[in-house]
Nanobody
Framework: VQLQASGGGLVQPGGALRLSCTGSGGSLRDYTISWFRQAPGEERKWVAAVRQGGSVTYYSDSVKGRFTISRDNAKNTVYLQMNSLKPEDTAIYYC??????????????????WGQGTQVTVSS
């Protein structure tokens, strides 16, 4: 299953963006989908995850209350709605597919495949 991330762009602080992660060549419904991000000079960090059914979600402390992850299995797509964006949210955002246990959900090594990344820049 190939993943395609899209929706990034340039936005002012306090603004919003919605990222999409669409699967092709197979269904995403049987997988947990996570979003990670990597800022220049920094390690990749986990941002949020949604379990297969869509009702169970997890967030890093840095985005909790501002970002919302959701999925539409009929469209084979996972979304990341990002509100109240801050300059420190600037990064390349990647989606990833896997079946990680909760204790390792933030471990990128537990995922089977990744999207190509989409750039998010928060700046005035």
């Amino acid at each position: 299953v190939q993943l395609q991330a899209s929706g990034g762009g340039l936005v002012q602080p306090g603004g919003a963006l919605r990222l999409s992660c669409t699967g092709s060549g197979g269904s995403l419904r049987d997988y947990t989908i996570s979003w990670f991000r990597q800022a220049p000079g920094e390690e990749r960090k986990w941002v949020a995850a949604v379990r297969q059914g869509g009702s169970v979600t997890y967030y890093s402390d840095s985005v909790k209350g501002r970002f919302t992850i959701s999925r539409d299995n009929a469209k084979n797509t996972v979304y990341l709605q990002m509100n109240s964006l801050k300059p420190e949210d600037t990064a390349i955002y990647y989606c990833a597919r896997g079946r990680p246990a909760l204790g390792v959900i933030a471990n990128g090594g537990m995922y089977y495949s990744w999207g190509q990344g989409t750039q998010v820049t928060v700046s005035s």
